[in-house]
């Protein structure tokens, strides 16, 4: 079997560069999306407490799912059945699947490696379930995304380097059994480079999936217990790798200042469970600075969560009313937090592209970062928690 290089209907073009950081546009065969770009993620066919017109109406361009979660509910075959994914669940836009990698990580209680691929039990109800490269890759073809990922071994960035080296080999193997095995035309298969915190490690991963010539590269194994400074020092090294002709994924990296450093190195696309996450624990991003909702001092406060942001929370709904909704359990609260939140990354990536468009991202940069306060609570910062995103 020969892989698919070149799918159909999907292309990327770099339109400028401002140092490292690109603006560009991937094209997909349903409809274009501009780099940078944060995905928002809708692990179960469904991004949490919000609907896809809302979606649409706040300009959100892409929605990631996950295989391990969809094969165990409802199942590849019948949403196959149902027309795939996009019309299953009713987003015309483009989707990016995650390939079930990250369950290596997230899961470890749960499953066992082999050179063939991963036998999980079922979080849910201890039923047996064996992802392969090849299974990984056919279960991707059964949901339909635009996107699809190579199946990867990722390992915490906590383990010691012999894991991690097997870990790397072992990905390089499994990406060109997933090339093999990919038998649609219209699916771009991206290769993960993992590596953990070990540039050396990292070189070894990324050469052998450039040359396989995938249609994308992303760089995977971060936001799994390393600090931000090992992360940048390893996003620093590894970037310059990938090809620059292909579109770059930095996966399960979110809060908005480390988008910012991703796209100070070159990263063109993002996904996290924050918005979603934190929007439903009463926590929103704003302009200028992060609001956590159930704080005292906004029980008489008229204004909207972000005078700078035009959003349907914003234009209707006062901090007062949010903090409200929050304290009687209204499932609205959640809701309109998160249709924020999301709003929110939105306008960051769109006001990060046109920085790079107009040779001044470093400004912009600066402006985000000197108006920014990051939460203090790290259950509400991670990314990459729990059953591998299962509440984003």
């Known amino acids: ?70 094969v165990l509910r409802p199942g590849d075959a019948l949403v196959a059945k149902m027309g795939g994914l996009h019309r299953f669940m009713n987003w015309a836009r483009p989707i990016l699947t995650d390939s079930g990698g990250f369950q290596v990580f997230s899961l470890q209680d749960l499953r066992r490696i082999d050179e063939d691929g991963v036998e999980f039990r079922s979080h849910i109800d201890g039923a047996l379930l064996r992802l392969s490269p090849e299974r990984a890759v056919a279960i991707q073809e059964n949901l339909g995304a635009d996107v699809i990922m190579c199946f990867d071994d990722c390992p915490p960035a906590t383990e010691g380097r012999e894991r991690i080296e097997a870990a790397v080999d072992r990905t390089t193997r499994w990406a060109q059994r997933c090339f093999e095995a990919q038998t649609r035309r219209d699916q771009a298969l991206f290769g993960i480079v993992q590596g953990g915190v070990d540039p050396e490690l990292r070189a070894r991963s990324a050469r052998p ?105 914003c234009r209707g709904y006062s901090r007062a009313y949010l903090r409200h909704l929050f304290l009687v359990d209204e499932m609205l609260g959640p809701t309109l937090t998160s249709i924020h939140n999301l709003a929110y990354y939105t306008s960051h ?8 468009l107009e040779n001044r991202f470093g400004e912009y940069r600066s402006q985000v970062l000197a108006g920014y306060s990051s939460p203090s609570d790290a259950s509400e910062t991670s990314c990459r928690t729990g059953a591998s995103q299962a509440d984003g």
């Open 1 to 70: 079997m020969i892989g698919v290089r070149v799918p159909d209907g999907f292309c990327f073009q770099v339109h400028a560069t401002d140092g490292a950081a690109r603006a560009g546009l991937l094209q997909t065969p349903h409809g274009p999306v501009e780099t940078p770009v944060f995905m928002a993620v809708g692990t179960r066919a469904s991004v949490k407490g919000v609907t896809p017109d809302q979606l649409l109406s706040i300009g959100v361009p892409m929605v990631l799912g996950n295989t391990y979660h969809l």
């Open 209 to 313: 999936l450039v040359e396989l010539d995938l249609p994308g590269y992303a760089i995977g194994g971060l936001s799994v217990g390393e600090t931000a400074e090992q992360r940048n020092a390893i996003l620093d090294m590894t970037t310059p790798l990938l090809p620059l002709e292909k579109p770059r994924y930095l996966m399960g990296v979110g809060r908005p200042e480390d988008l910012l450093d991703g796209i100070l190195r070159g990263v063109d696309m993002f996904d996290c469970v924050m918005p979603t996450r934190n929007g439903r624990n009463a926590l929103a991003f704003t302009s200028e600075g992060t609001i956590r909702l159930r704080n005292a001092k906004f029980a008489e406060d008229a204004r909207p969560l972000d005078p700078n942001c035009s959003c349907p929370t």
């Open 349 to 356: 990536m769109k006001g990060a592209r046109q920085a790079v």
